[in-house]
Structures are given as structure tokens and as C-alpha cells.
T-cell receptor, first 119, second 113 residues
Framework: EAGVVQSPRYKIIEKKQPVAFWCNPI?????LYWYLQNLGQGPELLIR????????DSQLPKDRFSAERLKGVDSTLKIQPAELGDSAVYLC?????????????????FGDGTRLSIL | GNSVTQMEGPVTLSEEAFLTINCTYT??????LFWYVQYPGEGLQLLLK?????DKGSNKGFEATYRKETTSFHLEKGSVQVSDSAVYFC????????????FGQGTRLTINP
């Protein structure tokens, strides 16, 4: 089974430029997550999708961040414009949530992340 | 709000030593608890989980017991190997609302041969 695929692995841009990250979840996984991981910290949820619907985007800074998952499969996360403080690793994860199972009990499978550096 | 506090790192041990990484949590109700591991240059992998009080999660020689009375989920392994060198994250999932994962800050473990 192929895992969660993210691209690019590394991205270096100048501040105020736009940047986009792409994630392809595990086939069949209906729930997709984007996390932000600052250096030396644990991941923090930015947004969660169930199929194509964003069901939790309360932590997404909507003035500069946007995300989409148009067909309920792969997803993109965009930052425009990027700021120095956005330098971090952006992780994507997916899980299969069915029926009435508690979302929190389902294992999340993570990609290797995109490391963003802002100059 | 909900939070997870982990033992400060980094932790350095010799091969075959006993490992304990402490984790305590603050949550409303009864969350599910997890340990994730992150090897260099890779994403996080689920190591083990426990969904209710007194449950013991185990995998690859690692164990952790859900202790409701002390709000703890300490990670242990009897004999560590060099290949266990990684960053370990304790996490909880909320029982209500968004049920998102809340992570601790991570503990970097280095095992010397």
C-alpha cells in the first residue's frame, strides 16, 4: 500500500512570495489533515477534510493560508504571501473514518512533510 | 484547553538500557492517547495507542499504560536499540468537538552503541 505522498520535500522562497504544497492521501482514505510543525515542537492541526468538505479549519490563518480538496482525494495548501514566520514543516496525514467510529481513535498516516524556508 | 506535556529532551542512553519517556495530559473527559515516532527526515508513525483507562498499548517492545488517576501515559521499553533513535511524540484526541490530535512537544532519543 502506497503511503501519503507529499511534494515538494523542500521549498525555499523569498518572503512575500506565494507557495503551494501538494498531498496525495492513502487510497480510499476519506479524511485528510494538514499540520504545521515548528522546529522542536509537535504538529498542530491547520485543517481537516472529510471527503471534500473542510470540517475543521479553526486553526488556519485565513488571511494568507488557503486549502482545497476539490474531488475529495488529493489536496493543496497555499500560502500567499509567505512571511518569515511561516518557515516550518508542513505535514499531511490521512485516515479512514467510517460509520460511528470516533475520529480520534482512527490512526492517522503521515507523509514525510514539506520543509519550507523563507528567506 | 487540552494539552500534553512530555519529558524534556534530549535523552541519550546506551544500547540495551531501560527507557522511560514521561507524558502527562490535561483534558476534559476521557481522551484517547497515542505515541507517535518520527525518524530523521520522515513523517510521524503511530507507535501505539490506548483508548480507555488502564488499557496498555504495545508495539515493537514499547509499552504505555493509560493512567487516568495520574493523567499519564508514560512510554517504556526494556532494552533499547540504536535503531530506536528518533523523536517521540505523545498525543491525545479529544472526545468531544473536533476530536483532533493534540501533540506534546516531542522528546528526542539517541541510543549509543
Amino acid at each position: 500500500e502506497a503511503g501519503v505522498v507529499q511534494s515538494p520535500r523542500y521549498k525555499i522562497i523569498e518572503k512575500k512570495q506565494p507557495v503551494a504544497f501538494w498531498c496525495n492521501p492513502i487510497s480510499g482514505h476519506n479524511t485528510l489533515y494538514w499540520y504545521l510543525q515548528n522546529l522542536g515542537q509537535g504538529p498542530e492541526l491547520l485543517i481537516r477534510y472529510e471527503n471534500e468538505e473542510a470540517v475543521d479549519d479553526s486553526q488556519l490563518p485565513k488571511d494568507r493560508f488557503s486549502a482545497e480538496r476539490l474531488k475529495g482525494v488529493d489536496s493543496t495548501l497555499k500560502i500567499q504571501p509567505a512571511e518569515l514566520g511561516d518557515s516550518a514543516v508542513y505535514l499531511c496525514a490521512s485516515s479512514l473514518v467510517t460509520g460511528k467510529r470516533r475520529i480520534g481513535n482512527q490512526p492517522q498516516h503521515f507523509g514525510d512533510g514539506t520543509r519550507l524556508s523563507i528567506l | 484547553g487540552n494539552s500534553v506535556t512530555q519529558m524534556e529532551g534530549p535523552v541519550t542512553l546506551s544500547e540495551e538500557a531501560f527507557l522511560t519517556i514521561n507524558c502527562t495530559y490535561t483534558a476534559t473527559g476521557y481522551p484517547s492517547l497515542f505515541w507517535y515516532v518520527q525518524y530523521p527526515g520522515e513523517g510521524l508513525q503511530l507507535l501505539l495507542k490506548a483508548t480507555k483507562a488502564d488499557d496498555k498499548g504495545s508495539n515493537k517492545g514499547f509499552e504505555a499504560t493509560y493512567r487516568k488517576e495520574t493523567t499519564s501515559f508514560h512510554l517504556e521499553k526494556g532494552s533499547v536499540q540504536v535503531s530506536d533513535s528518533a523523536v517521540y511524540f505523545c498525543a491525545l484526541s479529544e472526545r468531544q468537538g473536533a476530536q483532533k490530535l493534540v501533540f506534546g512537544q516531542g522528546t528526542r532519543l539517541t541510543i549509543n552503541p
